[in-house]
């Protein structure tokens, strides 16, 4: 194991984490983010680590470098990908300026491995939205034009950082250009960020859907109407309104 004071390295770190694996939650993960063939998450392979306890790992682990972080974030296995985001969150959280610009420009350079749902929710509002705050949101636009999945993912679960502080535009944006999209995941995701929009501001949620409602995919309408009281979801649910 090695000293807390001592720079952490890929082995170091692969020398406590693999070992907490359980191969009975490995295979009921890899049935749970749809690893079959021509599934969404096709070939993916797991260790079989629970979130808690990756997480504690991550905070363990969360003075290895930008260089090493990157390196697990490769990994084969799902939840060393999971661990590498999560510690990317936390380097760009407590980061100056140069630290946070350095962790956006990676994240967005290997979103290829940031390849399913819970990787891409536990970081893109974290790192994403946040680095956005402040600057123009235009990237927003080219990766929910993305032929990736986890690129339109990323790109309508970054502005949750913005929905958080009372900024809807961008979600709204986002949602219109996601409409058409052919992926339940994408239909899921946009949902609940109109979901979340409605939660604050029902007002702006049922502009959206009167002009939209009946051109979103059943689920995404199904999400996004959720916390709406009974009678009014039904009435969208049947096209009354």
Same mark, same amino acid.
């Given at each position: 194991?090695?000293?807390?004071?001592?720079?952490?390295?890929?082995?170091?770190?692969?020398?406590?984490?693999?070992?907490?694996?359980?191969?009975?939650?490995?295979?009921?993960?890899?049935?749970?983010?749809?690893?079959?063939?021509?599934?969404?998450?096709?070939?993916?392979?797991?260790?079989?680590?629970?979130?808690?306890?990756?997480?504690k790992i991550?905070?363990?682990?969360?003075?290895?470098?930008?260089?090493?972080?990157?390196?697990?974030?490769?990994? %084969?296995y799902h /939840?060393? @990908?999971?661990? $590498?985001? =999560?510690?990317?969150?936390?380097?760009? *959280?407590?980061?100056? +300026?140069?630290?946070?610009?350095?962790?956006?420009?990676?994240?967005?350079?290997?979103?290829?491995?940031?390849?399913?749902?819970?990787?891409?929710?536990?970081?893109?509002?974290?790192?994403?939205? %946040?680095?956005? /705050?402040? @600057?123009?949101? $235009?990237? =927003?636009?080219?990766?929910?034009?993305? *032929?990736?999945?986890? +690129?339109?993912?990323?790109?309508?679960?970054?502005?949750?950082?913005?929905?958080?502080?009372?900024?809807?535009?961008?979600?709204?944006?986002?949602?219109?250009?996601?409409?058409?999209?052919?992926?339940?995941?994408?239909?899921?995701v946009t949902?609940?960020? =109109?979901?979340?929009?409605?939660?604050?501001?029902?007002?702006?949620?049922?502009?959206?859907?009167?002009?939209?409602?009946?051109?979103?995919?059943?689920?995404?309408?199904?999400?996004?109407?959720?916390?709406?009281?009974?009678?009014?979801?039904?009435?969208?649910?049947?096209?009354?309104?």
């Amino acid at each position: 194991m090695p000293r807390n004071d001592a720079t952490p390295t890929l082995r170091s770190i692969r020398a406590e984490f693999r070992p907490l694996g359980d191969a009975a939650i490995a295979e009921h993960s890899a049935r749970f983010f749809k690893t079959g063939k021509g599934e969404y998450g096709e070939g993916d392979r797991f260790l079989g680590i629970r979130v808690p306890v990756t997480r504690k790992i991550a905070r363990r682990f969360r003075n290895t470098s930008l260089r090493t972080t990157l390196a697990l974030l490769k990994s %084969a296995y799902h /939840e060393e @990908r999971l661990l $590498a985001v =999560l510690m990317l969150v936390d380097m760009f *959280e407590r980061g100056d +300026e140069e630290t946070r610009a350095r962790v956006i420009d990676a994240y967005l350079a290997n979103t290829r491995y940031i390849n399913n749902w819970d990787i891409v929710d536990s970081s893109a509002h974290k790192i994403v939205g %946040a680095w956005l /705050e402040t @600057r123009d949101r $235009a990237a =927003l636009d080219v990766l929910a034009a993305s *032929e990736s999945l986890w +690129e339109r993912r990323i790109a309508m679960m970054a502005t949750y950082h913005f929905i958080r502080g009372g900024d809807f535009d961008d979600a709204l944006r986002i949602a219109k250009q996601l409409l058409d999209d052919d992926e339940d995941l994408i239909h899921k995701v946009t949902g609940w960020m =109109l979901r979340e929009i409605g939660n604050r501001d029902r007002n702006a949620l049922e502009a959206f859907l009167g002009r939209h409602y009946r051109d979103m995919p059943r689920t995404m309408l199904r999400y996004a109407i959720e916390k709406l009281p009974e009678r009014r979801r039904r009435a969208y649910l049947d096209g009354r309104i």
